[in-house]
Structure formats: C-alpha cells, structure tokens
C-alpha cells in the first residue's frame, strides 16, 4: 500500500509539471490558435535566474523571486510588442499563424542561448519555498516542494477553468480564437487578450519552475523538454481547455509512474509517446490533422 | 440692416457622415473617395457589382481595416481602425458571412454583442442584460446552448444579427445580411429589416440585388469601381 502511495506522490508530482505545461499551453491557444513552444523557457528562465540571483548575486529570496519573474514578463511584453504585434496585428492573417508557431521556437532558442551565456551550463534549483524534510506518514513520503507542484497545477487549473466558464472576459478570450473579425466587430481587443495571456502564461510557467526547480534542477537547456511534455497534456484537452489539461497531465504522470514501479521504468518514457500517437490515431482532430469543424 | 431669422428647428445632425472615405490594399484601391450622409432614423442601401468596394467601404467605416477620410456618428468623429470606438459610439456592423464564434454557443454569441457595453464581470449576469433580444428572434431560444457552427445558415444570420442588436446600436450597417440563404429565409430577414426601419434605429445596408434592397430602404447609393456613383430613389 505505502509503495502505491508513494508512486501515487511521485506521479502526481510529475503529473503537475505536465498540467501546468499543458494549461499553459492550451489557454494561449484557445486565444490565438498558436502553441508557445517558449512556455517551458520561461519556467527555465524563473527558476535559473532565481537561483542564481540568490545563490550567486545574493538578492533575498524574496526580491530574487521578484526580479526573476519581472524579468520573464518583461521579456514576455517584449516579445509580443515586438514580434507578435507584426505578425498578428499587421493583417497577415493565416499566414501569421504559422508564422508565429515557428517564432515561438525563435524565441525558445534565444532563450536558451541567451540563459547559457549569462548563467553558464551548471544545474540550477531556486531555494525551496517550503523548506524542510520530506513529510511523512508512516511508509508514505512527499516532498514539500512536490506538495506545492501539485497544489500549484490544481490551483491554476481551476482558476483557469472558471476564468474561462464563468466570466465575460473568459468569453471574450474564447472568442479572438474563434474569429478574430467576429471579436472586433463587438469591441474585443484581440491583442490585448494575446498579450496578456501571453503574459500571464509566461509568468505561471516561470514561477512553476521555481517551485519545482528544487526538485529536479534546471539548466539553461530544460526549456524545450518542459513544453514538449506540455504538450502532451494539452493534446488531451484539444489544446483549448487548460483545466481538462491539468487533468490530464496528472493521470499521465500518475499512469507513468505506476507502469514505471509496477513494470519497468524503461516503460514510461514509451508510454509518453505511446499516448501521444494514440491522440493522433484516435483523435486526430485535437492536433489540428482531423477535419474542420462546422 | 438685413435681420436673420433662425430656422424653427436647427437642422438635425445626421447619424452617420462618411467623408471622402478611401481604403487601400497595398497599391490597389478599393474605394477611391466616397462621401455619403445617413439621416437619423433612415435606412439607406449601397448597391453595385461585386468588387466594386462596398464592402471594403462599410468595413472601414467600423473601424475594421485602414482608412483616410472621416467617419462622424451622430457628429462625433470616430478614429481611424479603431472598431472598439465605432462600437462604443453605438455603431455596430453585421458582415458578410456573420464572423459568429463557431465553438461558443448560441448565448454566448448574442452575450459577446453587450461586450463593449456592459463591462459586467459574470457571464450569466451579461446575459441577463441582453436576454430581450430574443424577443425579435424567437426561434432562437431553443438553440441557446447550441454551438454556432452547427446552426443552419439561416440560423446563424439571426445569431448575428441577434449579437448586433445585443450592442444597442444606433447605427446598423449589415454587409449583404442575405448572402448564400435561402430565399425563404432572406425574406425573414429582410421581413425583420423592414421592422427595424420603423423604429429610430439608422441602417446602412450593402446590398448586391437592388431589388432587395429597395424593398426596405428609404434611398439607394450606387457604388462603382470605389466611388458612389448615383443615388437611386425608392419606388413608390
């Protein structure tokens, strides 16, 4: 029983990266059907650049939090009133959504290449926010900082949710996805709504990597592997719904963890992948390969 | 010395001027410099060929895509590419091929028209301020929870037209509002127009078929390779 518990914590743990990921994924494109194939570069940039602003620079943890994630919104903002606005706001149409997908990727290297050059190549983890020894009742284990992995992912799953389903500007969000025309003709800033999702997803992921960088570590290449696996999670939820992404990506961080203790754990990266095809085989539609709506 | 003597009433101000209004795509000129004045409480109907710029003309007069000139509601002069503006003014544009949200639902279709206007925060409380529209479309009321993109086409148009009504406007521009339906259901629509015209709402409308057109505006402008070319009186 305490080793299914504690594979349970395990794969709730790294089920809440996945959502997290996901989530972020899934509500920027619901907004403007484009995947930011930078959100796991802004967790890797939250949490190496607090690591080392507190660990090298030696700012408080508190300030060092604080510039880290100011540091990742500017770079956000600027992003989006540099590229994003040319590629959207200039009348290119479809065309700027493709165009986009690959600036995302742009932006994911220049992150990377930008974190290796100020920070070098070591493993960074932010100081835990949580401190202490694992909690533990009787066999069963959990890290703190896992704790807070899991809370965090449920927490913005639901805030995301409920933004979206229950509020006109969650509405309103939808619908720049749906027709950005349709949006402009009853007043929606379609920009406006892109920027600051885009925003608020950058720093989401940038304080998920602080939470968790205690856990794992980051280095400045841990970007591409975090939205990779985002990825995943918002393939579950048609890439539009991030509250069904954080479910999503805690059943598969749990199933990977059990198949990994139960069978082998060669078995979970596998059964990743394996996931992902089904998605593509079953529902084809939810990666854009199926056919249109009506 | 001559004394003036002042007009019994002032003369009213007109609900929507468009002055020397020009739109360009690149080098290609789409409407050349048109001017035209919509009375309060009139309905006037652009006519002509496809390709002839009267689309381009009314988007820009909503503020959906680059333009010179000006456009005046009621006399206050609305900013060029700014549609959250021309709405707030109380104009609100119905386009070719309606733009719905095909994913939303029905409600919340006609919900998103109240955005400009509303600024509530809950969704169901925005609702409860524009659930009236569903008095002039009825056959809308059990298709609420419905996505837009599964409705007919006929549905969809009133959907659209329901969003527009939901913005409160003062001044309607429907851009061809009867494109690919039915006949059947283009004179639901026109049968609609035609009540809408004996309220104080003002209506420009584009409109390819004269016929149609004339059947419930109060005059017609004729556009021609980007310019107005003549007007065109309602037969009696």
């Known amino acids: 029983m305490s080793e299914f518990l504690n594979l349970l914590a395990a794969g709730l743990t790294s089920g809440g990266i996945y959502g997290i990921f996901g989530a972020c994924l899934a509500v920027w494109f619901r907004v403007c059907n484009v995947l930011n194939l930078a959100v796991g570069d802004f967790a890797m940039l939250g949490a190496v650049g607090t690591a080392w602003l507190t660990q090298t620079a030696g700012l408080p943890f508190g300030a060092g939090i604080a510039v880290a994630l100011a540091g990742v919104?500017?770079?956000?903002?600027?992003?989006?009133?540099?590229?994003?606005?040319?590629?959207?706001?200039?009348?290119?149409?479809?065309?700027?959504?493709?165009?986009?997908?690959?600036?995302?990727?742009?932006?994911?290297?220049?992150?990377?290449?930008?974190?290796?050059?100020?920070?070098?190549?070591?493993?960074?983890?932010?100081?835990?926010?949580?401190?202490?020894?694992?909690?533990?009742?009787?066999?069963?284990h959990v890290q703190r900082a896992g704790l807070l992995v899991i809370a965090l992912a449920i927490v913005s799953g639901l805030l995301?949710?409920?933004?979206?389903?229950?509020?006109?500007?969650?509405?309103?969000?939808?619908?720049?996805?749906?027709?950005?025309?349709?949006?402009?003709?009853?007043?929606?800033?379609?920009?406006?709504?892109?920027?600051?999702?885009?925003?608020?997803?950058?720093?989401?992921?940038?304080?998920?990597?602080?939470?968790?960088?205690?856990?794992?570590?980051?280095?400045?290449?841990?970007?591409?592997?975090?939205?990779?696996?985002?990825?995943?999670?918002?393939?579950?939820?048609?890439?539009?719904?991030?509250?069904?992404?954080?479910?999503?990506?805690?059943?598969?961080?749990?199933?990977?963890?059990?198949?990994?203790?139960?069978?082998?754990?060669?078995?979970?990266?596998?059964?990743?992948?394996?996931?992902?095809?089904?998605?593509?085989?079953?529902?084809?539609?939810?990666?854009?390969?199926?056919?249109?709506?009506? | 010395m001559p004394s003036a003597t002042p007009p019994a009433t002032p003369p009213a101000t007109p609900a929507l001027e468009v002055e020397d209004v020009s739109v360009s795509y690149g080098k290609f000129l789409a409407v050349e410099s048109v001017t035209l004045t919509v009375g309060a409480g009139e309905c006037v109907a652009v006519i002509g060929p496809n390709g002839h710029g009267k689309s381009s003309m009314v988007t820009a007069v909503a503020g959906l895509v680059r333009r010179g000139g000006v456009v005046r509601v009621f006399g206050q002069v609305l900013p060029a590419a700014s549609p959250g503006?021309?709405?707030?003014?109380?104009?609100?544009?119905?386009?070719?091929?309606?733009?719905?949200?095909?994913?939303?639902?029905?409600?919340?279709?006609?919900?998103?028209?109240?955005?400009?206007?509303?600024?509530?925060?809950?969704?169901?409380?925005?609702?409860?301020?524009?659930s009236w529209v569903l008095g002039m479309f009825p056959e809308l009321a059990r298709l609420l929870e419905q996505q837009a993109g599964t409705l007919s086409g006929g549905q969809q148009q009133m959907v659209a037209l329901a969003r527009a009504m939901a913005a409160r406007p003062r001044v309607l521009?429907?851009?061809?509002?009867?494109?690919?339906?039915?006949?059947?259901?283009?004179?639901?629509?026109?049968?609609w127009l035609g009540e809408m015209t004996r309220t104080d709402m003002t209506i420009l409308l584009v409109e390819e078929n004269p016929v149609h057109a004339l059947l419930v505006a109060d005059r017609a402008v004729r556009m021609y390779k980007g310019l107005v070319e003549r007007a065109e009186a309602r037969p009696a």
């Open chain 2, 85 to 130: 503006a021309a709405v707030r003014a109380g104009l609100v544009l119905v386009p070719e091929r309606r733009h719905l949200y095909p994913a939303l639902s029905t409600r919340d279709n006609i919900m998103l028209g109240s955005y400009s206007r509303t600024r509530r925060i809950r969704a169901r409380q925005a609702w409860q301020d524009v």
């Open chain 1, 73 to 140: 919104g500017l770079v956000a903002w600027l992003f989006d009133r540099v590229v994003l606005h040319l590629a959207f706001d200039r009348g290119a149409g479809a065309h700027g959504i493709v165009s986009v997908f690959f600036y995302t990727f742009g932006l994911s290297l220049l992150l990377e290449g930008a974190a290796r050059a100020m920070f070098g190549t070591d493993v960074f983890g932010a100081p835990a926010i949580w401190p202490g020894p694992a909690l533990a009742v009787a066999d069963f």
């Open chain 1, 160 to 294: 995301l949710w409920a933004y979206l389903r229950f509020t006109v500007s969650g509405r309103a969000a939808s619908a720049c996805g749906e027709s950005v025309l349709g949006s402009r003709i009853v007043g929606i800033d379609s920009a406006k709504f892109r920027r600051r999702i885009f925003i608020v997803t950058a720093l989401l992921a940038a304080l998920f990597g602080i939470v968790e960088s205690p856990i794992t570590g980051y280095t400045y290449a841990s970007g591409p592997t975090l939205s990779l696996i985002g990825v995943v999670a918002a393939g579950f939820a048609a890439f539009r719904q991030p509250g069904r992404a954080v479910a999503a990506g805690l059943a598969i961080g749990v199933a990977e963890a059990m198949l990994g203790g139960y069978v082998s754990t060669s078995y979970s990266d596998v059964l990743l992948y394996a996931i992902l095809f089904c998605i593509i085989i079953v529902r084809p539609e939810v990666l854009g390969l199926g056919p249109e709506p009506a």
């Open chain 2, 173 to 191: 521009l429907l851009d061809e509002p009867c494109l690919g339906l039915a006949e059947a259901v283009a004179r639901r629509v026109y049968d």
